[in-house]
Each structure stands twice: as C-alpha cells, then as structure tokens.
C-alpha cells in the first residue's frame, strides 16, 4: 500500500499533522502562548519581518559575514593545508595545532576576539574565520596526502613538476577532499557565527542571531522560533544550492557514483 | 652471461653499467638489483621477464628516473639518467590516467608541458595518437567510462603522444582480460612498427614477452641479475599462439625454471 504513494506523500502529511497538532495544542489553551507560540504566529512573524524587510536585512548581514568569513578561511586554509602536507615539520607544528583548535568550538574565540578588535565587525570575522580556517587545513592536508603516488608518478614521467604538479595534479586529485572538508568548515563557520551574535551586539550591523537575541529580549518567542527557521532554512538551502551540486557532479565526473 | 647483448655505445639509446639498487626493508637492506650491465639499442623492443621479485619494475622506475642508482651508472644516449624526463614516458600498470581530465586532456597533458609546439599542433598530435589506439571516437569520455582495455590504450596514446624516446612499459597488460590484452599485442606492434620506438617493456608473462620483444632479457630473483638474453627473430606481426613463437616461450620458461621443463 504505501510503497504505491509517491514518495513525499507520507513526509508531508506527518509534517502537516505536527503542526496542526501544535496548532491545536497551543489554542486549546493548556500552554502559555507566550513560551509556546503556535506555528501559525510564528509564519505571522515571519511574514510581518519579511514585509518590513527587517528579516532580509539581519539574512543579508548575516550572510555577508559568513561569506567573508568563510572565503578569507578558506583561502588561508587551502595553501596552509598544502603547506602541512608538503612539509614535515610543518606538519607536526601547524598541523597538530589545527587538530587541536579543530576541536576547539570557535565560540570560545569570542572574549579575545572582542579584546582585540572591539565590538566590531572584525571581532564577528575572526570568529568565523577561527570556525572555518582549520576544518580546511585538516581536509586539504589529508586529501593532498592521500592522492595517489601513482598519478604523481605519472606526471613527474611526463615533465610536471613544481607548481605545474600542484595546479594540474595535486590539486585536482585532491579536490573531492577539499571540497568535503570546505563543506565542514561552512557549517562551523554557520554555528559560530550565531553563536557570536546572540552572545554579542555589534553595532556595525544587525544580523539574524541577533534578531534572535532580539526576541529574547522583548520575550516575543514566535521571533526566537521564526528566526530559528530562517537559521535552519538557511543552512540547508547552502548545502542544497551551492556544496551538493558541486560535490556530485565532481563525484559523479569522477565516476565515484552514478 | 648476457655479454652476447653488448652494443658498441653508439647505437644504444639506453646504457646500464654495474646497475646495483638497495632498499632498506623491515629486515635490513635489501639487494632489488645487482651488477646489472645492459644495453637497449635505439629502435629496439626490449623485453625484461622475471619472477616477481627480481627487481625488474625497479629497473624501470631507475630508467624513468623515478628512483636512483646505489651503484653503478644510466646513461640516455650520453646523458646520465637522474631525474624523471619527457625523453622517457611511463605506462603503468593500473592506467594512471588522470580522473578529472576527459580522454583527450589525459593526453593533452604531457603534449602541453612542451613549451616548443602550439596548441593546434598539441591537439593534432593528441588526435592522431588517439585515432592510431583506435579510440578517435572517445576523445570527450572521461577515463571511468572506458573499459581497462580502452583505459590502458589511452595511457599509451598519452606516452605516445609527446614522442619520447625511449617508451617505458611496466606490466601494462597485466590487469587485463586475455582477449584485450592479445587486441592490445596486436596494436602495439603495429605501432611499433610504424613508429620505430625504443621500448622496454617490463613484464612476468613469458609468452608476452617472446610475442612483443626483439629480445627478451631474462632476470634472475634475490638479488635480481640478469640470467640470459633472448633474441627473437620472428616475423611481425606476431601471434601468441604461433608455434614458433611458444616454442621460444618454452626455452625461456625452462632457463627460469628447469623443473618446469617438460
């Protein structure tokens, strides 16, 4: 019976009966509004803060400091991770040095960074370049170390060496890797962003975590949980527009799937 | 013994004089190749059989330049072997061919590290090397969609089309199904007998051996030395199954082994 329904007919009524049961929930009045909007004042929300465009505004903020956080990381992190494959002491240096701050959540970057550079934008940047930076050290590092000795044999027999070796073959070789490792430092670069805008108000612009904070503090929770959504959607749509288009075709060019 | 193959200098394309090779290993130094004297002449197929272990792929990847002499001298023509060159392509066993470029780029790549041709003539020469393995038609393929047979013509296209001097073949055959791999016997001779390459040709099939070699140079495991030299004067193009031709594969397989001579 249910193999025969298309596939998003089962998803979709799970989902509507969620919020509807949510919706029911909340109306029937056995639970404060004020701590449990239903969904229907929280898309209200969403719809008023889309038509001021005060929604688009915090997302452009936001994502503009993702952005530039994340492409000075990984532009740091690409010759870095080269550097700590191709060189040995560098490897045992830098390189354990980023398996360490790896594991460091970059929120922890937050009081330093507001000593050093102020409650600026630059404070916001650090934090999602510390986010980002070392997730793509450790991936570019590994995929460089794990490309096949035999293609570098291959083009070393035929002339490559040097640069030409490192943009024709080393690079290319390793790129599914990097790419996975750009994809990790995306998403903790998208968490520590966050974090460091509900934790500190920058003045220089007024991004979604703080549109968050926002709603905490007017105790308006339909703004927590609308902005919540915009986080979650956000996210997603990255990984849907722009990392997985690129992951399958480069995997599906490769013939590493069908 | 092996005396009977010396060439005076002039004619040999590669010259290997007291060739010693070690490796350290788990347990001490290994010996892969010892006191090796040979000569390949210019134009000449030569092909080096052994059991695995007589240190014959290390021949090549030391004539790649891939790695370096212990002892010993290689000379290319008259200049020493010390590092890897375009003067001596490889074919490797697996294809090596590069996954991210499609079957044309595979054999773009060596033709584009000559700074002395333009681009039209790269892509001339990379279509001609294309069409003379037969594979004109998959220029746009990339590597994983070909078959091992077509993945290994490519390769040879790709050590073909920058013209090296000498060819360089380690066991490029081996991974393939028998039916691809006598396809392929036939179009390397022809190719070598239009082109007239130096080839040396590294492999554990005695019978591929006496089928693609002017001769076949018998090596001898731990440490490897050379044991004899065959000269193949048969016909091309050869067949695998012609009489004479497993006759001569039978002469080599009782000299590497006595007890397998029946």
Request: include cysteine; charged fraction near 20%.
């Amino acid at each position: 019976m249910a193999s025969q329904l298309p596939r998003p007919v089962i998803p979709t009524l799970v989902a509507l009966s969620l919020l509807g049961g949510w919706e029911w929930y909340v109306r029937s009045g056995r639970v404060s509004e004020v701590l449990f909007p239903a969904p229907s004042h929280v898309l209200e929300w969403f719809w008023e803060a889309l038509l001021s465009g005060e929604l688009l505004a915090a997302t452009w903020v936001t994502m503009r400091r993702l952005i530039t956080g994340f492409a000075i990381g990984a532009a740091l992190g690409v010759p870095l991770g080269a550097l700590c494959a191709r060189v040995r002491w560098v490897r045992d240096t830098l390189g354990v040095l980023a398996l360490g701050l790896q594991t460091l959540p970059s929120v922890c970057w937050v009081p330093l960074a507001l000593l050093w550079f102020g409650i600026r934008e630059e404070a916001v940047l650090f934090v999602v370049v510390m986010g980002t930076l070392w997730a793509v050290v450790l991936a570019v590092q590994e995929s460089v170390l794990n490309v096949p000795p035999l293609y570098l044999r291959a083009a070393q027999t035929m002339g490559s060496n040097g640069w030409h070796l490192w943009s024709r073959v080393i690079l290319p070789a390793a790129l599914p890797g990097v790419l996975s490792g750009m994809k990790q430092g995306w998403a903790f670069a998208w968490r520590s962003l966050m974090a460091a805008e509900i934790f500190v108000v920058i003045v220089t612009g007024f991004g979604l975590g703080s549109l968050l904070n926002a709603g905490r503090e007017l105790l308006r929770m339909d703004q927590v949980m609308g902005v919540m959504a915009v986080v979650m959607i956000v996210g997603l749509l990255a990984d849907l527009i722009f990392f997985s288009p690129i992951e399958s075709w480069l995997r599906r060019s490769r013939g590493l799937e069908r | 013994m092996g005396n009977r193959s010396e060439t005076s200098p002039a004619s040999a394309a590669l010259t290997l004089r007291n060739v010693t090779k070690r490796f350290d290993g788990a347990s001490g130094q290994v010996t892969a190749l010892e006191d090796i004297t040979l000569d390949v002449r210019e134009g000449e197929f030569l092909a080096v059989v052994g059991p695995s272990g007589c240190g014959k792929s290390t021949l090549l990847s030391l004539l790649a330049g891939l790695e370096h002499t212990n002892e010993g001298e290689i000379k290319l023509g008259d200049q020493p072997v010390e590092a890897p060159g375009r003067d001596r392509l490889v074919m490797f066993q697996q294809d090596a061919l590069f996954p991210w470029l499609n079957v044309l780029e595979n054999v773009l790549f060596g033709l584009r590290l000559k700074p002395d041709l333009t681009e039209a003539e790269r892509l001339e020469s990379a279509r001609y090397y294309l069409n003379l393995v037969g594979l004109g038609s998959k220029e746009k393929a990339r590597p994983h969609e070909l078959s091992g047979g077509m993945r290994q013509r490519v390769a040879l296209a790709r050590s073909l089309a920058p013209n090296p001097r000498v060819l360089l073949m380690d066991e490029p055959f081996s991974a393939l199904d028998a039916l691809t791999r006598e396809q392929l016997y036939g179009d390397l001779q022809e190719i070598f007998t239009k082109r007239k390459k130096t080839i040396v040709l590294v492999t554990h099939n005695i019978r591929e051996a006496v089928c693609l070699g002017d001769r076949v140079v018998l090596f001898s495991p731990n440490p490897g030395r050379v044991q004899q030299v065959f000269d193949v004067n048969l016909p091309r193009p050869r067949r695998l199954n012609d009489p004479a031709l497993a006759n001569l594969a039978a002469e080599v397989t009782s000299a590497l082994s006595p007890r397998l001579a029946r």
